[in-house]
């Protein structure tokens, strides 16, 4: 067992120490998820990498009884989630300060470059739509695009093969294309 995965063990037993253990041995990986993420965000952009894994460790480990975690692997899937719903919620923040901001269209392969608050609003509302009808696919987009893991990575986390994570990824896209194109 991993020194992460100890530490989520004892996180879940009650230990108050061990969440002190556990950011220093996963604060890099989780500095570098969301500096990938942010890196593709619009240019006036004002949440930070550092903000936005602090935000999102406080809501995994912070007031409340602490969540569950199997292992590494889901808790860096709830990490995926917690960062997706910051920059959501900052991205609707930002988008009700403005007056008059229409949507726009937006092609997925378009999303790589920098994201305006609407195509991220419009992102989110098709990976809802799509999580209802294919669970996995929507977790498998939510690992790659705002956690920033690899195919492998994100198989692995997920418990399928490589080769079926390609294939949920293709099918993914595709889908999250037809869907934001239709809007």
Known sequence: MGDVTRILADIERGDPSAAEQLLPLVYEELRRLAAQKMAGEAPDQTLQP???????YLRLAG????????DRGHFF???????????IDNARRRQSEKHGSGRQRVEFEDLVGPVVDDDLLALDEALRTL?????????????RYFAGLTGDQAAEVLGVSPSTADRDWIFARAWLQAELRAK
């Not at 550092?50 to 999102?56: C, F």
């Not at 899937?77 to 920059?87: D, F, G, K, P």
């Open 50 to 56: 550092t903000a936005l894994v602090h935000e999102a």
């Open 131 to 143: 999580a209802t009808q294919h669970p996995l696919k929507a977790r498998l987009v939510e690992l």
């Open 63 to 70: 007031a409340g009884s602490p969540p569950s975690y199997r």
């Open 77 to 87: 899937t709830l990490a995926a989630n917690a960062m997706r719903r910051i920059l």
